[in-house]
């Protein structure tokens, strides 16, 4: 029976069809959406930060892009799928709040997308689709029978990628 596999915030995971990939509730966060469509094996990560190496605490590799995507890449990897396959979309980075005088270090959704961008170009992972920025949160589910990646906002509709 396939199983719907929920992804938190700062989190990553793999899976294969007949099952699913969630994430709930990125504002400024960023869910990359990686997939393999021989193998059906599929990877969502739920970053909050582009970079590790200005944070102090580095625990938890999936909370920054820099450390996820290649976590992600590897297991998936290892799973079976081949990376010359594995395409990526990206969804969320939003600007939840607005400020008056807007600084770089608020802007952390287009930062978190603009890294994870990079990284995917470093790592040669092709970005097919992307849904970011807004000033909305969304929610993605990654289908794993076809790649889709489902993307459910409040008010804003439904769109598959």
């Not at 990686?34 to 909050?48: C, F, N, P």
């Not at 959704?109 to 689709?129: F, H």
Request: with cysteine; hydrophobic share 45%.
């Amino acid at each position: 029976m396939p199983q719907l596999i929920k992804v938190g915030m700062a989190d990553y995971k793999i899976a294969c069809h007949p099952n699913s990939l969630i994430s709930y509730g990125l504002g400024s966060c960023v869910g990359i959406a990686l997939y393999d469509s021989v193998t059906k094996i599929g990877g969502l990560a739920h970053i909050m930060l582009p970079d590790s190496s200005q944070a102090r605490n580095v625990e938890n590799p999936a909370k920054f892009a820099d450390t996820a995507i290649p976590l992600l890449l590897n297991d998936m990897l290892k799973a079976g799928a081949q990376k010359q396959r594995i395409i990526a979309k990206i969804a969320g980075g939003a600007q939840m709040f607005s400020f008056a005088n807007i600084t770089e270090i608020m802007r952390i959704g287009e930062r978190n997308t603009e890294s994870v961008k990079n990284i995917l170009r470093q790592a040669s992972i092709q970005l097919i689709a992307n849904d970011t920025g807004g000033n909305f949160g969304r929610t993605i589910e990654l289908r794993l029978d076809t790649g889709i990646l489902f993307i459910k906002t409040i008010d804003k509709g439904e769109k598959f990628l």
